[in-house]
C-alpha cells in the first residue's frame, strides 16, 4: 500500500483545512487509516483514525468535536478535516495505513505542513 498525503499550508486561527490521503497498491487490504502528526520538538501523537470499511473513527482528544475523518473508497482516499484550527495544530501531519487491527501502521504516507498561525 502506498499513500499520498497532500492538503496542508498556511492558515489563521480559526480557519478549516482539509487533508487528503490517497492510497494506491493494496488498497483492498486496507482496515484502517490513521492520522498522525508532529510538532517541533515533540513527539509524534495520533490524532485520529478510521475503520476503512465501516466508516467508524476515534480521535484524541485534543481534536474531538473539530476534526472529522472520512472515507471515499471508490476514490481509496481518506480525509482530515480540520476546523476551527489552533496555534497548538500547527505540525507535519501523516496518514498511515494497516491491514489489521493491530496497534502498528506499516504504511504511511509522506508528511504535509499544517501551520497555524495569525
Known amino acids: 500500500v502506498q499513500l499520498q498525503a497532500s492538503g496542508g499550508g498556511l492558515v489563521q486561527p480559526g480557519d478549516s483545512l482539509r487533508l487528503s490521503c490517497a492510497a494506491s497498491?493494496?488498497?483492498?487490504?486496507?482496515?484502517?487509516m490513521g492520522w498522525f502528526r508532529q510538532a517541533p520538538g515533540k513527539e509524534r501523537e495520533f490524532v485520529g483514525g478510521?475503520?476503512?470499511?465501516?466508516?467508524?473513527?476515534d480521535y484524541t482528544e485534543t481534536v474531538k468535536g473539530r476534526f472529522t475523518i472520512s472515507t471515499d473508497k471508490a476514490k481509496n482516499t481518506g480525509y482530515l478535516q480540520m476546523n476551527s484550527l489552533k496555534p497548538e495544530d500547527t505540525a507535519v501531519y501523516y496518514c498511515?495505513?494497516?491491514?489489521?487491527?493491530?496497534?502498528?501502521?506499516?504504511?504511511w504516507g509522506q508528511g504535509t505542513q499544517v501551520t497555524v498561525s495569525s
Open positions: 498511515a495505513a494497516r491491514q489489521s487491527s493491530t496497534p502498528t501502521y506499516p504504511y
Open positions: 497498491g493494496r488498497t483492498d487490504s486496507i482496515h484502517s
Open positions: 478510521i475503520n476503512w470499511s465501516l466508516g467508524i473513527a
